[in-house]
Every structure is written in structure tokens, then in C-alpha cells.
């Protein structure tokens, strides 16, 4: 995870060496060899900086915007930090708007159930208090909504964990 969101997010051969604890021959030679396996990060990733150059802001894929002023910036450490927001706004906002959006169809699905209750959202977690008899009815339909909310060219996969308390699912 640290690889591959820190490489897409602009972390440099010193940061990730600094966030691995390698050394940063080795750092640079994960971060060449990820661009060689994903090339379509590193030209989306220059497709999206340069989109936000030219219009001054980014947008995720429902359209939602977040302005950048200071991506054509003199000053460089604004122009970088700038860049790093460009990359991630895309990704982290379109994420929320998937989880909000999985949110509202799941209350519709089961307003009126008393055996689910949302409990709480963590990023792109949501943990449910579900009645014991009712795990393995309910789970599928709670995946199934999570993972066709929205139709991407890669399948969204939803990962399920269960337990008794949550100090359990870790």
C-alpha cells in the first residue's frame, strides 16, 4: 500500500526509502520497475497534472471539482504540493462519492430492517451490527450493492470481515 499509493502520490526514491526503511537504490528501482508494470499510472497521473495546469482545477469521475491556484506556481515546493493534490482528489474524492453513494443505496435497501444498522464509516470501511442469524443473508446483499454501485472498466471488489467485536476483524 505504501508503494503503490506513495509512488502515484509523487513520494521520491529518498521518501519511500525513508517510509520502507530501505535504501534508496532499492527505493528507485521499485519505483522504476512499478512505472514499468503500470504505465497507464504514470501517463494518467501526467494527463491529470496537466489537465489541472491548464483549467485550474481537478475533477473525479461524478464531476466534482477542487480548485488548485497554485499549481502554475514559481514557488516550487506550491507547484509540487499542488501536483500531489491534483493526483490524489480524483481518487480520494471519487472513492467518497462511491462509499456515500453505496451508503444511500444500502439505507434504502434496509431501512426498515430491524436486523442491520450502519454503525460507522472509516474511508472506504463500513462496519454493521447485523443479527447473528442473519449474517449470511445479509452480507451478500450488502456486497452486492458495494460492489455494482458504480460500473468502472475494473470491477470494484468489496472485502467482508465478521466477528463477535470489532477488536476482531483486525
Not at 528507485?28 to 520497475?33: H, L, P, V
Not at 443473508?137 to 452486492?144: A, L, W
Request: one cysteine or more; charged letters at 25%; a positive charge.
Amino acid at each position: 500500500k505504501t508503494i503503490n499509493f506513495g509512488i502515484i502520490y509523487g513520494l521520491t526514491p529518498i521518501g519511500l526509502a525513508s517510509e520502507l526503511l530501505i535504501d534508496r537504490s532499492m527505493a528507485s528501482q521499485y519505483i522504476k520497475s512499478y512505472f514499468e508494470i503500470y504505465p497507464g499510472v504514470k501517463k494518467w497521473s501526467q494527463e491529470v497534472v496537466s489537465f489541472v495546469r491548464n483549467n485550474g482545477y481537478a475533477v473525479n469521475f461524478f464531476g466534482r471539482r477542487r480548485y488548485l491556484n497554485d499549481i502554475n506556481s514559481k514557488n516550487k515546493a506550491l507547484k509540487m504540493a499542488s501536483e500531489r493534490m491534483a493526483i490524489n482528489m480524483p481518487v480520494q474524492s471519487g472513492s467518497s462519492d462511491i462509499i456515500k453513494k453505496a451508503m444511500v443505496e444500502i439505507y434504502k435497501t434496509f431501512k426498515n430492517n430491524e436486523k442491520v444498522r450502519l454503525l460507522l464509516q472509516i474511508h472506504d470501511e463500513l462496519l454493521f451490527e447485523i443479527c447473528r442469524d442473519e449474517v449470511f443473508k445479509i452480507v451478500p446483499q450488502i456486497k452486492e450493492i458495494m460492489e455494482n454501485i458504480f460500473s468502472f472498466d475494473v470491477p470494484l471488489e468489496v472485502n467482508v470481515k465478521y466477528g463477535e467485536r470489532w477488536g476482531e476483524l483486525k
